[in-house]
């Protein structure tokens, strides 16, 4: 079992940059792929990164892509999201999740936080 925790959303300037952490329980955090997910009011959520067990694969949605790094801390049981350059149409909930078989794909998920509100104004 795992439990999610995110942080560090909040209202910033297009342009500007936020860093998400998502602190999880559970011991065996290291055997997870990590990934992280949005959703923007109306619409679907979306995949926006993920990294597998050892942080040494990555992958990001061409949305993101050269704007958003995906990274992990196992020690501390803590993934992130840094991401530069917001634009408003990375306004959005976003979500950590752990556990995926397929690291695009939200349903192969199996553990999910509660989501922390980015707001990016024009």
């Known amino acids: 079992q795992v439990q999610l925790v995110e942080s560090g959303g909040g209202l910033v300037q297009a342009g500007g940059s936020l860093r998400l952490s998502c602190a999880a329980s559970g011991r065996t955090f290291s055997n997870y792929v990590m990934g992280w997910f949005r959703q923007a009011p109306g619409k679907e959520r979306e995949f926006v990164a993920a990294?597998?067990?050892?942080?040494?694969?990555?992958y990001y949605a061409d949305s993101v892509k050269g704007r958003f790094t995906i990274s992990r801390d196992n020690a501390n049981n803590t993934v992130y999201l840094q991401m530069n350059s917001l634009k408003s149409d990375d306004t959005a909930v976003y979500y950590c999740?752990?556990?995926?078989?397929?690291?695009?794909?939200?349903?192969?998920?199996?553990?999910w936080g509660q989501g922390t509100q980015v707001t990016v104004s024009s």
């Open positions: 999740a752990a556990g995926g078989s397929r690291v695009d794909a939200g349903w192969s998920y199996a553990y």
């Open positions: 990294i597998n067990w050892s942080g040494g694969s990555t």
